[in-house]
């Protein structure tokens, strides 16, 4: 079971990757547009990323379905009233401590997210 020093361990690598400019958006046309109807850019979408929690933790570790050596983990969190699914892999460099940071997705959740750290669970 994933715990919240898990989850808080992994938002602590990820922020770095964004602080450290070794962070990037999944090249998807699809995550251009869903970045738009959310009215917000790559910037803010980091941004909001920073401010994630282990509360807004969803799910994950689980095998990538594109790689599964690396796990992806997924996050939600309240965006002016609409609930956003963000996807978060990070990419081991050989060589290099700090990994790279890969977000996967990020965009208006399509079914109700739970979120099993929060109190309650919702």
Same mark, same amino acid.
């Given at each position: 079971?994933?715990?919240?020093?898990?989850?808080?361990?992994?938002?602590?690598?990820?922020?770095? %990757?964004?602080?450290? /400019?070794?962070?990037?958006?999944?090249?998807?046309?699809? %995550?251009?547009?869903?970045?738009? &109807?959310? &009215?917000?850019? @790559?910037? @803010?979408?980091?941004?909001?990323?920073?401010?994630? %929690?282990?509360? &807004?933790?969803?799910? !994950?570790?689980?095998?990538?379905? %594109?790689?599964?050596? /690396?796990?992806?983990?997924?996050?939600?969190?309240? $965006?002016?009233?609409?609930?956003?699914?963000?996807?978060?892999?990070? &990419?081991?460099?050989? !060589? @290099?401590?700090?990994?790279? !940071?890969?977000?996967?997705?990020? $965009?208006?959740?399509? $079914?109700?997210?739970?979120?099993?750290?929060? /109190?309650?669970?919702?």
């Amino acid at each position: 079971m994933t715990t919240r020093q898990d989850v808080h361990e992994l938002l602590t690598a990820f922020k770095l %990757t964004i602080e450290f /400019k070794r962070c990037h958006f999944k090249d998807r046309r699809r %995550t251009e547009q869903d970045l738009i &109807n959310l &009215n917000l850019t @790559q910037l @803010q979408a980091m941004e909001a990323i920073c401010e994630l %929690t282990p509360d &807004n933790y969803s799910k !994950g570790p689980e095998p990538d379905g %594109t790689d599964p050596s /690396k796990d992806i983990w997924v996050f939600g969190y309240d $965006h002016e009233g609409i609930e956003v699914y963000v996807k978060l892999r990070l &990419n081991p460099t050989p !060589g @290099q401590q700090l990994p790279r !940071g890969i977000i996967w997705s990020f $965009h208006q959740a399509e $079914h109700p997210m739970s979120y099993p750290l929060r /109190k309650g669970g919702a």
